[in-house]
């Protein structure tokens, strides 16, 4: 009789409980997204790594046409990122220019972007005012000056 009624208490945790992937795993998910998806930018490469503040997705993507692959590739990450064994800190976009143009980047809080993108708990005007940010390479560029001085 405890077995049942062991049984029947973790059956409904068992099911309702999200699958839980590892690095290698999310890259191949978010790799077979682009590749399976009709107007997706070409993705260059997908790193994943930590910061002083926790762990960090970066999607690069070569940009074409003068399409915004932001939303596309922000939902993406996203969606597949809320999977991840330890949760993401940030998400990272690096739009990549077939001429010799500097890239642009895009970096959101993972926990905003995934309440934005999975929740629907807050707007998209609040997710871009809030949450999204688009000088990251410039912040690094004058890093990278100021360090580059001497």
């Known amino acids: 009789m405890k077995i049942i009624k062991i049984t029947l208490f ?7 409980t999200k699958p839980i992937y590892g690095d290698d795993q999310l890259s191949l998910l ?3 997204h682009f590749n399976n998806n009709l107007g997706s930018p070409e993705l260059l ?6 910061d002083k503040k926790g762990k960090v997705l970066q999607a690069d993507i070569e940009i074409t046409a003068n399409e915004n692959h932001i939303i596309m590739t922000m939902n993406a990450m996203s969606q597949i ?3 991840s064994k330890t949760p993401f800190h940030k998400f990272i ?3 990549h220019y077939p001429k010799e143009k500097i890239p642009t980047g895009y970096e959101s809080d993972a926990d905003c972007a995934i309440n934005y993108f999975v929740r629907k708990k807050i707007t998209k005007n609040i997710w ?3 949450c ?3 000088s990251i390479i410039q912040r690094e560029i004058e890093n990278w000056s100021t360090l580059n001085k001497n």
């Open 93 to 95: 976009i690096i739009e």
């Open 30 to 32: 978010l790799k077979n």
């Open 128 to 130: 871009m005012k809030n």
């Open 10 to 16: 973790l059956f409904p945790v068992i099911i309702l």
């Open 132 to 134: 999204l940010s688009s």
């Open 45 to 50: 490469g997908i790193h994943i790594y930590n």
């Open 81 to 83: 990122g809320q999977y």
